[in-house]
């Protein structure tokens, strides 16, 4: 895992919700719901860029090139945020797919494998804005010995090599840590969280 503590500056993370709450206004949050239970996630979804990870009890976890509720295809990734995966990754290719997840007070996220992809050869970036949060990571197995990192808005997170397929999550989210999202109470009544994960999903 590599770390990117304060890697944004304030500005830039006003700049970059800006955008994103423009995006949430033409692909609203949704509730992924569990394949096997169809148990509703405690984080609402949404998903920018040619593709979007969605998951559902009768579908399963899968990408798609639209929004399960309004069929519309997804907004186009910020150009702030193909900027940062240029200069981050690496990757001679871009993301295909860039997942939002908004935690609201008690939104949390199990431990958990990113591997719905074709290819694990591109690493998993993680941008994270507003409330602080406890980051968990694991090993390759779900009972290997884990370690937890706390989060603060602007940090960004990269898994590749080794631990691109490590198991993380979130263990929780610390409440008022944060007032980015206070700016827009409409989109974000309980303030919170968003996490931004970029993805490449097919071979390059």
Known sequence: MK?????????????????????????PFFVPRMPRTGKP???????????????S?????????????????????????????????????????????????????????????ETFEAPVLS?????????????????AKSSSVELSSGDIVMLAGETRLAYHGIDRVIPNSSNLLNAYPKHFPEGGRLNLTLRRVTAF
């Open 3 to 27: 770390f990117f503590p304060g890697h944004l500056s304030s500005e830039q993370q006003k700049e970059l919700l800006a955008q994103l709450v423009e995006a949430i206004d033409q692909a």
């Open 41 to 55: 996630f405690s984080v609402r979804m949404t998903n920018l860029g040619p593709l979007g990870w969605v998951a």
């Open 127 to 143: 941008v994270s804005l507003g409330d602080r949060a406890r980051f968990r990571l694991g090993g390759q197995t779900r009972k």
């Open 57 to 117: 009890k009768d579908g399963g976890y899968r990408y798609q090139e639209t929004h399960p509720d309004t069929g519309q295809n997804w907004p186009h990734m910020p150009q702030k945020l193909l900027a940062i995966w240029d200069e981050l990754t690496g990757c001679p290719a871009p993301p295909e797919a860039c997942l939002v997840n908004y935690y609201a007070t008690s939104a949390k996220m199990g431990l958990h494998q990113d591997r719905d992809e």
